[in-house]
């Protein structure tokens, strides 16, 4: 029945005394007091002033309901427990007045209708439970009562005294609205150049450049609203980010994050999407902010002092920097308007890097109230290096299965290539071990989709092997086979395009530099050319210079005086092939402790004859002279280079593995990060859990003299576990599985919540259905790994832990099976569906709501314990029976 029908037929002469029982007798006079006195003073349920008990309150409720229900004839379609469930519901609606931030006025001005849907929304819990008549017979006494309630707001003797006041209140109050607007809005004189700012904004950023795409009659660029692959950021153990969040996201839950993620990531592809989304109506959390997009290899260049606020835009060559206003820079940051993208920590010398964040603290003392974005690659900066600025620190995740399938999909839909070679392609990644280990970002997977589409679907699977091809690709197939050449044109071999180019790529990487100035590239072709007689005679340094970098498809110009790579992947390569060529062994030992040099170093050791890898190694790990976080270091990449040497003295090999031995398994967070960094080659260094593991899980029990979660062995298993699940790829699976059949609960908890990391059939089978269930919960964040928990038996304890119907989680589960529910996501209008739980004997809430209603769990005979938060307030409890007893608690993660 309608709400407006329960209040016609409900007399003022019943409802008003009740209504009334529920406030506080109020005096005389305007209330002239510094701040409005809120509805939860006047309320009689709470307070010193006290007068109403909760059972009276409930009593209350009760005569409401059944009042309504003999005004309205429903007494045949609700039975007396469903009535007092709803007296239940509606006490708890009618309580949260007691937590109510308005006042009086306030509420009047809501209206009855806003009000009720207020006292709804601050107790969505109360309705859980209830069929589709009582939820609305609920609905209606609580819109009669807020009737009722704002009537007696009118009647009150201070009312009308107080409204006088509050008018002239209010008109104070919407001037200070209109002064914060004015503030935070930009000035007439502002705005139109901020119009003009934001196409420049779009039109710099909207764009991404997809490797291989120019291969195929598709475009060379991509628009971002089309090309962007939203990938996952991985927060850190401090909870300032959510364990696990769309990139995208990471502004919307901190004002301040230092991204950290590997090569080839996507780290300034976010930057482009974060930048851009500042000028679309339908991104809400950053349209209107202005952005700066600050690349440090750009700002530093030529040896470049960072720049001042006032001097962002021409640092960045924005063709507009000369055109905005005076002071325009001060006004947007001291307005907290500002969205601060700094790309690229890693891209500047490591000596400079304390300079940069010295540069950065002073940016935030000054206009401390905007948004900060900081990038880099993970070993470039130490771990919490801005959280004494209050930073929060995250890690892009690789690339998911699916993440990998959706941009297979779209880069042969965008080259106009049929379905079926992606369909090859992702079949082929699946299989071979090799190539799915490259396929983990968007770099490598753009590079493998354009060599298997060159390639007609034959695919290198070494990483040196998936480069070269990419340089043959890029640098001579590619224009032969579209005809390119003209008679007249330039034309270099394969040979000569690539010593040249590697020895801009060596100048850059020796000079700690990610773009030079494009007069000393110049310079340093008009050097090399007289080597080059067959090229030298084609033209001069600067027409090769603009033959390189239009045909190359390596070399970009960010700006009329500077060129750089299309990525810091080929520079390296590049990089390395150059510094073997040259034998410069003993530099490229004396630089591998710098983070810059570590790609480098591992690309070397591909390109090196064996007795140059031999050498390079040794230097690696018998280098003497550095501090012991330095020696743990080198010792890491060395066992890292292993992936890379094809052919190696064995000696050398098992030197090599017995130095990275020392630091692995690894024994804390930060020697479990490091490995992570090192990539997927630990992988096959990482031992299984020691033997004769115990199955008792008792945390008292002493081994040795020690608890057992305190011993070393069980903090080495926990530590390798994680290090596994976090570099996530297929052979990984192999590691985890070794562990399945592990005693100590973090090891298994651990296991259990990287199953979404993986393929869902795959870790199921090899880890999941192993795993010992005592006291473990079993994490669903899906229908599929819901299905393949039944399929293995089903399992004691699960933690919903994604979007479910009540219909799939019901029809997936083995009901009969299930004791222990762990609720950390909505599911269904009401908590009725847990009476299909014939097993239920404890129930574990996680709610981000302030207020919960447990009334409506009373019919489920079956339960003994609810876990709840410490900090939600609870109300119901008196209708529970005494079989149930409510904990709370902190709740961990499982």
Not at 284 to 295: A, H, K
């Given at each position: ?362 940016l935030i003392s000054t206009y401390p109230k905007n948004r900060w974005l900081v990038t880099s690659r993970p070993s470039a900066v130490r771990e919490h290096w801005l959280s004494g600025d209050d930073f929060a620190e995250a890690d892009l995740a690789p690339m998911s299965r699916d993440n990998i399938a959706d941009f297979v999909s779209r880069w042969h839909k965008a080259a106009g290539i049929s379905d079926q070679y992606a369909q090859e392609l992702l079949r082929a990644v699946r299989v071979k071990q090799d190539l799915g280990r ?457």
């Amino acid at each position: 029945m309608e709400p407006s029908v329960i209040g016609a037929r409900l007399a003022s002469s019943v409802v008003s005394p009740l209504i009334k029982k529920l406030f506080l007798n109020g005096g005389p006079g305007a209330g002239l007091v510094d701040k409005p006195v809120r509805v939860s003073q006047l309320v009689s349920f709470r307070g010193e002033q006290r007068t109403l008990s909760d059972k009276a309150l409930h009593r209350i409720a009760e005569e409401l309901v059944q009042r309504a229900v003999q005004a309205t004839g429903t007494e045949e379609q609700l039975s007396s427990f469903e009535v007092r469930a709803v007296a239940n519901s509606v006490a708890a609606s009618l309580r949260v007045m007691g937590t109510l931030d308005m006042d009086d006025v306030q509420a009047v001005n809501l209206g009855h209708m806003g009000l009720a849907r207020k006292l709804r929304s601050m107790s969505r819990t109360a309705t859980l439970g209830l069929s589709a008549d009582a939820v609305e017979l609920h609905a209606g006494v609580l819109s009669t009562a807020c009737l009722h309630i704002l009537n007696f707001f009118t009647q009150r003797s201070t009312f009308v005294p107080r409204t006088l006041v509050e008018q002239s209140r209010s008109i104070e109050a919407l001037t200070l609205k209109i002064d914060s607007l004015i503030t935070r809005a930009p000035s007439p004189a502002d705005g139109p150049f901020e119009e003009r700012y934001a196409r420049y904004i779009t039109d710099k950023h909207g764009k991404l450049s997809i490797f291989g795409l120019d291969l195929s009659q598709g475009p060379e660029n991509w628009r971002l609203d089309v090309a962007y692959l939203s990938l996952d950021a991985v927060g850190d153990a401090t909870g300032a980010i959510p364990t696990r969040l769309s990139a995208d996201q990471v502004l919307a839950a901190q004002d301040r994050v230092l991204l950290r993620g590997v090569a080839g990531s996507g780290k300034t592809t976010l930057v482009q999407w974060l930048a851009v989304s500042t000028t679309q109506k339908d991104q809400l959390d950053l349209y209107g902010l202005v952005p700066f997009v600050l690349p440090l290899r750009t700002l530093t260049r030529g040896g470049a002092t960072l720049p001042a606020p006032n001097e962002f835009l021409s640092a960045v060559d924005c063709p507009i920097a000369a055109l905005q206003p005076a002071g325009w820079f001060d006004r947007v940051l001291r307005a907290g308007r500002g969205l601060i993208l700094i790309d690229g920590i890693d891209e500047i010398p490591e000596d400079d890097r304390n300079d940069a964040r010295r540069w950065l603290q002073e940016l935030i003392s000054t206009y401390p109230k905007n948004r900060w974005l900081v990038t880099s690659r993970p070993s470039a900066v130490r771990e919490h290096w801005l959280s004494g600025d209050d930073f929060a620190e995250a890690d892009l995740a690789p690339m998911s299965r699916d993440n990998i399938a959706d941009f297979v999909s779209r880069w042969h839909k965008a080259a106009g290539i049929s379905d079926q070679y992606a369909q090859e392609l992702l079949r082929a990644v699946r299989v071979k071990q090799d190539l799915g280990r490259l396929a983990t970002n968007p770099l490598m997977c753009g590079l493998i989709c354009a060599l298997h589409q060159d390639r007609r679907g034959y695919l290198p699977e070494g990483r040196k092997e998936i480069y070269d091809a990419a340089l043959s690709m890029l640098l001579f197939r590619r224009d032969r086979e579209r005809g390119v050449y003209k008679p007249g044109a330039i034309r270099i071999s394969e040979a000569h395009h690539i010593q040249l180019i590697q020895k801009l790529a060596y100048w850059m990487i020796r000079n700690g530099r990610s773009e030079m100035d494009r007069a000393d590239a110049v310079d340093l072709l008009a050097q090399a050319l007289p080597t080059m007689p067959k090229v030298a005679e084609q033209g001069t340094a600067e027409e090769i210079y603009r033959h390189l970098l239009i045909r190359s498809g390596l070399l970009r110009e960010p700006s009329v005086h500077s060129m750089d790579f299309i990525h810091r992947t080929f520079q390296d390569y590049l990089g390395a092939k150059a510094a073997v060529e040259g034998l410069d062994f003993d530099f490229l030992i004396a630089n591998a402790h710098l983070d810059q040099w570590e790609d480098v170093i591992r690309m070397a050791v591909a390109h090196c004859r064996p007795t140059e890898r031999t050498r390079i190694l040794t230097g690696l790990i018998r280098r003497e002279n550095v501090s012991a976080h330095g020696m743990n270091r080198l010792h890491l990449l060395a066992a890292a280079c292993l992936e890379h040497a094809t052919e190696l003295d064995p000696e050398v090999r098992a030197e090599v593995q017995q130095r990275a031995s020392t630091l692995i398994p690894p024994r804390s967070a930060e020697q479990a990060r490091a490995l992570v960094e090192v990539g997927p080659v630990v992988l096959d260094l990482l031992p299984g859990p020691p033997e004769a593991l115990p199955t008792d899980n008792s945390d008292e029990e002493q081994h040795d003299g020690q608890p057992k979660k305190e011993r070393p062995a069980d903090d080495e298993s926990y530590f390798t576990v994680l290090a596994a699940t976090r570099i996530a790829t297929d052979a990984a699976i192999d590691v985890l599985a070794r562990y399945r059949g592990h005693h100590e609960l973090r090891v298994r908890g651990e296991l259990v919540r990287a199953w979404s990391r993986f393929d869902t059939d795959t870790f199921g089978q090899e880890v999941i259905a192993h795993l010992d269930e005592d006291n473990l919960y079993f994490p669903v964040s899906n229908v599929a790994e819901l299905q393949a928990i039944s399929s293995y038996g089903g399992r004691a304890r699960i933690k919903i832990a994604g979007d479910f119907t009540v219909a799939d989680f019901i029809n997936g589960c083995r009901e009969e099976r299930l004791t222990h529910l762990w609720l950390s996501a909505d599911i269904g209008d009401s908590w009725k569906w847990l009476e299909q739980l014939p097993q239920l004997r404890c129930l574990t809430i996680e709610t981000p709501l302030p207020h919960l209603d447990l009334a409506p769990l009373a019919p489920l005979v079956s339960l003994r314990t609810i876990h709840l938060p410490t900090e939600v307030v609870i109300a119901g409890i008196d209708a529970l029976p005494s079989s149930m007893n409510v904990v709370r608690t902190q709740l961990k993660a499982v």
